[in-house]
């Protein structure tokens, strides 16, 4: 099927050819070269000069890649676009080498020179970025070791391509048969069958795919703790207390804000344990085993919608946030920001791209269900928090955090929700979006703490000189979903090798942000539809703040400070109150 060019992304817009973007490439490459400021960055001119020079430089290296990148991803099958995402990678290996002095350079500088830089007004735009760089002082080392470690971070990411190795090619998933039907059994069809009505199906199909992992536990178990090991090393070479303090610091957070999380939800849990008792209820079920977990409890309730009819329902459900916002999802989708339906070789799933000198891009496979209603409105929060903050942030300080990058996805989801329990009046439909919502906030907030809880343990075992064994990680796991899950779901049997399929530990507290980004979200949402004075200019501002501070001073100014237990309290009662309201339907 040829596809109408109004749903394909607009790639011109970046370069009008792939041999545009090649002469671009091999002018750059001609271009990276910052010895001239080796040794003189202690002299203001000079650092300006040179920060000047690699945002330049930088510019076109992020137009580069974004091309390659939306090239290759329009289809996977093409070797020409494998290619140029081979050089790109390269050239980024290139580009790190030649400006790898400057960290260390800055930092080594004395304390007085770096707090003159950053009053000063004529780099301003670096004020944040030198306040990082001051931080950073105990922890940056010499130029000879910080190449080595930029040399050892190639082999030492190795852990995670290995799992992504054995999750994608070599699991021995086969085909899974049921009566006098067979499925070829992978990740996409499990889902779908975890989904499913058909009980003894979900159960085979439960069995047969952890059965997979169990196959291969030596050697997952084995590669996860050298992943561990590995994030314990980087902590310790940079001489952090923990790999947790690691990689709170390089996002510019807390530990309050971690602590925050865990223990808030771990006093939230009788309210986890009371959904799940309502829905193995409404299941019917004598006895409730994780593989009944993604079963919906309303069926027939979807929102089957054509693409056209989905992104004007998104458009009216943000309606909140101002007719300006509403007017932008408009012309993104007039000027074709987003590639929206599936074709053959194109990349599965869903993402936005930033593009700091055009737009941002959005790639979807949109089919007519309600996942993918709210994909719309999920990925274009996404590229209308970068809009604002490259519109109103210079280069340097556009880029924010990838501590507050769900915030906007989320609010405009919730938005989105709420939008359509006011206009639905057929109540099945509205017990549905509210058993959305729950899940929701089950599989982000409590799932996501749950996983961080497991990676804290594991992390911690190892810095104490413990090792970690398939064994040991699947007791500590199951014991969490016991503790996370409650009685009214047996945690027996394979469910406790679900810690051997999650992709996300091979990048070390990571998933936690999903956790405090719908916290965030619930509480800017709460403000908003409250009619709270200022609620909404203050979440533009916020989205305008790109990476100019902190994210957890940058959350502040829309109201939420995770520095207490506020908002986390405050997003489970959202989930009590919802848990209430879907009861009393």
């Known amino acids: 099927m040829v596809l109408d060019n109004k749903?394909?992304?607009?790639?011109?817009?970046?370069?009008?050819?792939?041999?545009?973007?090649?002469?671009?490439?091999?002018?750059?490459?001609?271009?990276?070269?910052?010895e001239k400021y080796r040794g003189k960055l202690g002299d203001k001119q000079a650092f300006l000069e040179c920060m000047k020079e690699q945002e330049e430089l930088s510019r076109v290296f992020d137009k580069l890649s974004v091309y390659a990148m939306l090239k290759h991803d329009e289809n996977t099958k093409n070797a020409l676009y494998d290619s140029m995402s081979s050089k790109i990678m390269a050239l980024g290996v290139k580009f790190g080498s030649a400006t790898a002095f400057i960290m260390p350079e800055l930092t080594a500088l004395d304390e007085k020179v770096l707090s003159s830089y950053i009053l000063d007004k004529?780099?301003?735009?670096?004020?944040?970025?030198?306040?990082?760089?001051?931080?950073?002082?105990?922890?940056?080392?010499?130029?000879?070791?910080?190449?080595?470690?930029?040399?050892?971070?190639?082999?030492?990411?190795?852990?995670?391509?290995?799992?992504?190795?054995?999750?994608?090619?070599?699991?021995?998933?086969?085909?899974?048969?049921?009566?006098?039907?067979?499925?070829?059994?992978?990740?996409g069809t499990y889902g779908v069958i975890m989904h499913g009505e058909d009980r003894k199906l979900r159960k085979k199909a439960f069995d047969k795919y952890y059965g997979a992992y169990i196959s291969l536990l030596n050697t997952i178990?084995?590669?996860?703790?050298?992943?561990?090991?590995?994030?314990?090393?980087?902590?310790?070479?940079?001489?952090?207390?923990?790999?947790?303090?690691r990689a709170l610091f390089g996002e510019d957070v807390d530990k309050k804000v971690y602590d925050n999380l865990i223990s808030t939800t771990n006093k939230a849990l009788p309210k986890l344990h009371k959904y799940i008792a309502e829905k193995k209820k409404l299941l019917g079920l004598k006895k409730m085993y994780m593989y009944d977990m993604y079963v919906p409890v309303i069926e027939g309730a979807e929102l089957k919608l054509d693409y056209e009819d989905a992104y004007e329902l998104v458009i009216n459900g943000l309606a909140p946030l101002g007719e300006e916002y509403q007017n932008l999802l408009r012309k993104a989708k007039d000027e074709r920001w987003i590639d929206v339906y599936e074709s053959d070789g194109k990349r599965s799933g869903a993402y936005s791209v930033c593009v700091y000198d055009t737009?941002?891009?959005?790639?979807?496979?949109?089919?007519?269900?309600?996942?993918?209603?709210?994909?719309?409105?999920?990925?274009?929060?996404?590229?209308?928090?970068?809009?604002?903050?490259?519109?109103?942030?210079?280069?340097?300080?556009?880029?924010?955090?990838?501590?507050?990058?769900?915030?906007?996805?989320?609010?405009?989801?919730?938005?989105?929700?709420?939008?359509?329990?006011?206009?639905?009046?057929?109540?099945?439909?509205?017990?549905?979006?509210?058993?959305?919502?729950?899940?929701?906030?089950?599989?982000?907030?409590?799932?996501?703490t749950q996983f961080a809880e497991f990676e804290q343990i594991a992390h911690d075992m190892v810095e104490k000189g413990q090792p970690l064994t398939k064994d040991n990680l699947s007791e500590i796991y199951l014991d969490l979903n016991k503790k996370y899950y409650g009685r009214?779901?047996?945690?027996?049997?394979?469910?406790?090798?679900?810690?051997?399929?999650?992709?996300?530990?091979?990048?070390?507290?990571?998933?936690?942000?999903?956790?405090?980004?719908?916290?965030?979200?619930?509480?800017?949402?709460?403000?908003?539809?409250?009619?709270?004075?200022?609620?909404?200019?203050?979440?533009?501002?916020?989205?305008?703040?790109?990476?100019?501070?902190?994210?957890?001073?940058?959350?502040?100014?829309?109201?939420?400070?995770?520095?207490?237990?506020?908002?986390?309290?405050?997003?489970?009662?959202?989930?009590s109150d919802t848990l209430e309201e879907f009861r009393s339907l």
């Open 7 to 34: 749903y394909r992304w607009a790639t011109e817009q970046i370069y009008e050819s792939d041999d545009a973007w090649q002469k671009e490439f091999d002018d750059i490459a001609e271009k990276i070269d910052f």
């Open 122 to 187: 004529d780099l301003n735009e670096y004020d944040y970025f030198l306040k990082c760089v001051l931080k950073e002082k105990a922890h940056v080392l010499s130029e000879n070791e910080e190449k080595l470690l930029a040399i050892s971070g190639d082999a030492l990411a190795s852990f995670r391509d290995i799992f992504t190795k054995i999750d994608n090619a070599d699991l021995p998933l086969g085909i899974l048969k049921h009566g006098n039907k067979s499925y070829p059994l992978s990740h």
């Open 221 to 245: 178990s084995a590669t996860y703790y050298g992943s561990v090991k590995k994030d314990v090393f980087y902590a310790k070479a940079r001489k952090y207390d923990s790999a947790l303090e």
């Open 359 to 448: 737009h941002p891009y959005v790639l979807l496979n949109y089919q007519k269900t309600t996942h993918d209603v709210f994909t719309i409105a999920h990925e274009m929060g996404h590229s209308l928090h970068s809009y604002f903050s490259n519109k109103n942030q210079a280069y340097a300080k556009a880029d924010y955090k990838i501590f507050v990058a769900e915030v906007a996805s989320t609010v405009n989801e919730v938005l989105l929700i709420r939008y359509l329990l006011n206009v639905e009046k057929d109540k099945k439909l509205r017990k549905y979006l509210l058993s959305y919502l729950l899940e929701m906030i089950r599989t982000t907030l409590f799932r996501q």
């Open 488 to 575: 009214s779901v047996i945690s027996s049997g394979n469910i406790k090798y679900e810690w051997a399929r999650i992709p996300h530990f091979y990048r070390g507290f990571y998933v936690y942000k999903y956790a405090t980004g719908i916290i965030s979200a619930l509480a800017i949402c709460d403000r908003i539809l409250s009619g709270e004075k200022g609620a909404t200019e203050d979440y533009f501002n916020f989205l305008s703040s790109g990476g100019s501070d902190g994210p957890v001073e940058l959350l502040k100014i829309a109201g939420v400070d995770l520095n207490t237990k506020t908002p986390f309290e405050k997003a489970f009662k959202v989930f």
